[in-house]
T-cell receptor, first 117, second 114 residues
Framework: DSGVTQTPKHLITATGQRVTLRCSPR?????VYWYQQSLDQGLQFLIH???????AKGNILERFSAQQFPDLHSELNLSSLELGDSALYFC????????????????FGEGSWLTVV | AQKVTQAQTEISVVEKEDVTLDCVYE???????LFWYKQPPSGELVFLIR??????QNEISGRYSWNFQKSTSSFNFTITASQVVDSAVYFC???????????FGTGTRLQVFP
């Protein structure tokens, strides 16, 4: 158990809908990351938050947004869903701002499986 | 540009065999970090090891060992006396000091048969 908690574990929704994925980082971790794992794109970095502020963006679509709240939990909002958004969405956390760039270990949650039908 | 290549898509072995998973990386940074993660069938990503670019010492943890060679830009992972529970997809990842994100390879699926 990495200590990173993600909900829901599985989600099936229709095209055009909106969903919210939730993440609670490990106790004491201030950095939260979101990654997407799909069959065609592999594991891709989406976005990084540190202590409530956005720090870096990766290949995140405009239809997707995220935020980190004062209690450090984070939410990833996916809207106008398309079939191609079906993927495993991971949240990860790290203790420091530098995260992997400073050699800190990034711990991943169990992921949220999203199926868009 | 940073890149991680795991050329082996799938490896099948019989229990108790040794197996090596290859990882080759590309980076222009002199300071970088390398990681291995395991993804069992249940889906979670489990951290295995982190290595920084200044530490080329090989590491052993039980049946697992890692060989980091800067000269060949490789960070290979060996499982000794493999077990069925080792069956999973293994990912190698790179993080440069200049960017705070993990670049993952495409993964190697290891199947260990009894």
């Amino acid at each position: 158990d990495s200590g990173v908690t993600q909900t829901p574990k599985h989600l099936i929704t229709a095209t055009g809908q909106r969903v919210t994925l939730r993440c609670s980082p490990r106790s004491g971790d201030l950095s939260v990351y979101w990654y997407q794992q799909s069959l065609d794109q592999g594991l891709q970095f989406l976005i990084h938050y540190y202590n409530g502020e956005e720090r870096a963006k990766g290949n995140i679509l405009e239809r997707f947004s995220a935020q980190q709240f004062p209690d450090l939990h984070s939410e990833l909002n996916l809207s106008s869903l398309e079939l191609g958004d079906s993927a495993l969405y991971f949240c990860a956390s790290s203790v420091a701002l530098g995260g992997s760039a400073s050699g800190n270990t990034i711990y991943f949650g169990e992921g949220s499986w999203l199926t868009v039908v | 540009a940073q890149k991680v290549t795991q050329a082996q898509t799938e490896i099948s072995v019989v229990e108790k065999e040794d197996v090596t998973l290859d990882c080759v990386y590309e980076t222009r940074d002199t300071t970088y970090y390398l990681f291995w993660y395991k993804q069992p069938p249940s889906g979670e990503l489990v951290f295995l090891i982190r290595r920084n670019s200044f530490d080329e010492q090989n590491e052993i943890s039980g049946r697992y060992s890692w060989n980091f060679q800067k000269s060949t830009s490789s960070f290979n992972f060996t499982i000794t006396a493999s077990q069925v529970v080792d069956s999973a997809v293994y990912f190698c990842a790179l993080s440069e000091a200049s960017t705070d994100k993990l670049i993952f390879g495409t993964g190697t699926r290891l199947q260990v048969f009894p």
